[in-house]
């Protein structure tokens, strides 16, 4: 069983960083593709950056191209994204999720989710 526990959100200003954990408490997590979504109020579920299991590929969503860097340390279990340069339209609660099957890009194709964690970016 996977259990993701994400943190490092928290409310910044435009143009500043933040970085977000995810920890895989079950060490399952090192055989396992890992993401990065985000919801904002009233919209949909959105692909962030997705990350193979040996992280020697990634894949990020149009809209963080550039700025974001999503990263992943297996001896520690623990899964990163680096977000540079955020931006208002960044504000969201951000996910991790784990073992993707079929389009990883869509959020039903999914298996493990975390809780959640809120970043929110003023301008």
């Known amino acids: 069983q996977v259990q993701l526990v994400e943190s490092g959100g928290g409310l910044v200003l435009a143009g500043a960083s933040l970085r977000l954990s995810c920890v895989d408490s079950?060490?399952?997590?090192?055989?396992?593709?890992m993401g990065w979504f985000r919801q904002a109020p009233g919209k949909e579920r959105e692909f962030v950056a997705a990350i193979t299991w040996s992280g020697g590929s990634t894949f990020y969503g149009d809209s963080v191209k550039g700025r974001f860097t999503i990263s992943r340390d297996n001896a520690k279990n623990t899964m990163y994204l680096q977000m540079n340069n955020l931006k208002p339209e960044d504000t969201a609660v951000y996910y991790c999720a784990a073992d993707p099957e079929g389009d990883y890009k869509k959020d039903t194709d999914w298996g493990y989710w975390g809780q959640g964690t809120q970043v929110t970016v003023s301008s």
């Open positions: 079950q060490r399952t997590f090192s055989r396992l593709p």
